[in-house]
C-alpha cells in the first residue's frame, strides 16, 4: 500500500530564510505522481505542483524548488528567501497510477510558520 | 474560470442526525473526489466519483456515501452522525480519472457534530 510521510511536523524560521520541506514515500507501483499542496488558515488547498514517476527534473518555480529523487523515494520542496506569507501548512501526496483513479495519499503535513 | 465551490461552508448538526454536503466542480472536469480532514487522521479519501459512478472508496463505514449528477455536480450524504465526524470536507476535481489529472480543492465544509 501507499504511504507518504512528512517527518517534520512543524518548522519555525525567520523571513529570509531558506526552508525546505521534507517528504518520502513508499509506493509498489512503477507509473506515479507526486505532489505538494499548501493549506493556509482558510483551509483550501492550493495545488503547488505534480511529478510524474518517469520525470525526476528537478523543478524551480519563482522562488520555490521541488527535489525529486526515486533512488531514495523523496519529494522535497525548498522555499528560498521565505516570507511571512508562505506561512501554511504544506502537504506532500502521492497518486498511484491508473489503479487508483485520482486518489491521492497525503503525508500528515508540515506546518510551517514564517517570521517577520 | 470558477474554482471548486462547496456548500454549506459551516455546519452545525447533533449526533444522531444526518447531512448532506454539496460540491460544484470546474466547469469541465468530470471527476470530483471527497476527502475528510481531522487533527487526528489527517486527510483521508472518502470516495471518488466520475461520470456519476463510485469509482473508488476509501475505508469509511457506509454512513458514508456519495452520489454524483450529469452535470457533475457532487454530494455526499453522512448518516447517523457521531461525534467523530466532526471535520473539514474537502472536495476536489479534475478533468478525468487517473493520478495525471491535478485535483483543484474547495474551500471545504467544516462540520461540527454536537
Known amino acids: 500500500a501507499q504511504k507518504v510521510t512528512q517527518a517534520q511536523t512543524e518548522i519555525s524560521v525567520v523571513e529570509k530564510e531558506d526552508v525546505t520541506l521534507d517528504c518520502v514515500y513508499e509506493?509498489?507501483?512503477?507509473?506515479?505522481?507526486l505532489f505538494w499542496y499548501k493549506q493556509p488558515p482558510s483551509g483550501e488547498l492550493v495545488f503547488l505542483i505534480r511529478?510524474?514517476?518517469?520525470?525526476?527534473q528537478n523543478e524551480i518555480s519563482g522562488r520555490y524548488s521541488w527535489n525529486f529523487q526515486k533512488s531514495t523515494s523523496s519529494f522535497n520542496f525548498t522555499i528560498t528567501a521565505s516570507q511571512v506569507v508562505d506561512s501554511a501548512v504544506y502537504f506532500c501526496?502521492?497518486?498511484?497510477?491508473?489503479?487508483?483513479?485520482?486518489?491521492?495519499?497525503f503525508g500528515e503535513g508540515t506546518q510551517l510558520t514564517v517570521n517577520p | 474560470k470558477a474554482g471548486v465551490t462547496q456548500t454549506p461552508r459551516y455546519l452545525i448538526k447533533t449526533r444522531g442526525q444526518q447531512v448532506t454536503l454539496s460540491c460544484s466542480p470546474i466547469?469541465?472536469?468530470?471527476?470530483v473526489s471527497w476527502y475528510q480532514q481531522t487533527p487526528g487522521q489527517g486527510l483521508q479519501f472518502l470516495f471518488e466519483?466520475?461520470?456519476?459512478?463510485?469509482?473508488n472508496k476509501g475505508n469509511f463505514p457506509g454512513r458514508f456515501s456519495g452520489r454524483q449528477f450529469s452535470n457533475s455536480r457532487s454530494e455526499m450524504n453522512v448518516s447517523t452522525l457521531e461525534l467523530g465526524d466532526s471535520a473539514l470536507y474537502l472536495c476536489?476535481?479534475?478533468?478525468?480519472?487517473?493520478?495525471?489529472?491535478?485535483?483543484?480543492f474547495g474551500p471545504g465544509t467544516r462540520l461540527t457534530v454536537l
Open positions: 466547469s469541465g472536469h468530470r471527476s
Open positions: 501526496a502521492l497518486s498511484e497510477g491508473e489503479t487508483s483513479g485520482s486518489r491521492l495519499t
Open positions: 476536489a476535481s479534475s478533468l478525468a480519472l487517473g493520478g495525471m489529472n491535478e485535483q483543484f
Open positions: 511529478r510524474n514517476s518517469f520525470d525526476e
Open positions: 466519483y466520475f461520470s456519476e459512478t463510485q469509482r
Open positions: 509506493t509498489r507501483d512503477t507509473t506515479y505522481y
